[in-house]
Nanobody
Framework: QAQLLESGGGLVQAGGSLRLSCAASIRTFSLTTMGWFRQAPGKDREFVAAISASGLTTNYADSGKGRFTISRDNTKNTVYLQMNSLKPEDTAVYYC??????????????????WGQGTQVTVSS
């Protein structure tokens, strides 16, 4: 089994920044692709970013390219999502996820096996 615990969400004004963290209790964390998805009220869960086990490959949804950065520290079993220039449309619950699949290519919620409880991000205009 695996447990994922997100932190770092909150309320921020448009143009501000937040850094989300996800502490993972996964025995094979250093071999696992990690990702972030988000879900806004009334909308489907959507891909945000993914990072390969080594950290050498990253993948971003168009909505976050140039603004979001995913990273990981395999010595701490932690993955991060740095979000800059936040917009009101970034408001959502952000979920940390883990998969044995590749970080490259299209990413779907069904590809990911483990999920955290989510952390709320609210961006005010």
């Amino acid at each position: 089994q695996a447990q994922l615990l997100e932190s770092g969400g909150g309320l921020v004004q448009a143009g501000g920044s937040l850094r989300l963290s996800c502490a993972a209790s996964i025995r094979t964390f250093s071999l696992t692709t990690m990702g972030w998805f988000r879900q806004a009220p009334g909308k489907d869960r959507e891909f945000v970013a993914a990072i390969s086990a080594s950290g050498l490959t990253t993948n971003y949804a168009d909505s976050g390219k140039g603004r979001f950065t995913i990273s990981r520290d395999n010595t701490k079993n932690t993955v991060y999502l740095q979000m800059n220039s936040l917009k009101p449309e970034d408001t959502a619950v952000y979920y940390c996820t883990a998969t044995s699949r590749s970080a490259s290519g299209d990413q779907y919620p069904s590809d990911y096996k483990y999920w955290g409880q989510g952390t709320q991000v609210t961006v005010s205009s």
